[in-house]
């Protein structure tokens, strides 16, 4: 079963690789972008099959080793039923 | 109206996060984890109402700016409707 994780910075983190992107966005001529915000992404594959133990598990994931809850937050979705 | 690149890796492209991440769970015990890939996320907020018009130049953005199409596949989401 593949899972992903999104991780994005907490509101009032700052996020000077999105700042970046948006000042370079503005003079290349992109004026309507008024937002940029940036996050990762990782996917696992997870030899589960029960949907429910697979989200247990990649949260445990998440919490011990993947994300930085004092700054991160996360976000599970299962990818596919496959396997 | 928010739109989501998402951009991973090409196929057979070297992820050493990817494989730093697997060697760390697997030394954790988690053992049911077979393998692991990484991406970044971009979520921009477009003064753009219409969805394939913000498509089109998100598309633009990615290939001129956010994304190195050399070794990076690159996908939009239309995160909402709104505004």
Sequence with gaps: MKVMVSINLKPGVLDPQARAIENSLSSLGYTEVSGVSTGKQIILDLDETDE????????????????????????????????
Excluded: F, G, H, P
Aim: hydrophobic residues 35%; negative net charge; charged residues 30%.
């Design 52 to 83: 429910s133990r697979a989200r247990q598990k990649t949260a445990k994931m998440c919490e011990t080793l993947l994300v930085n809850t004092v700054i991160e937050n996360y976000d599970i979705t299962i990818m596919d039923e496959d396997s």
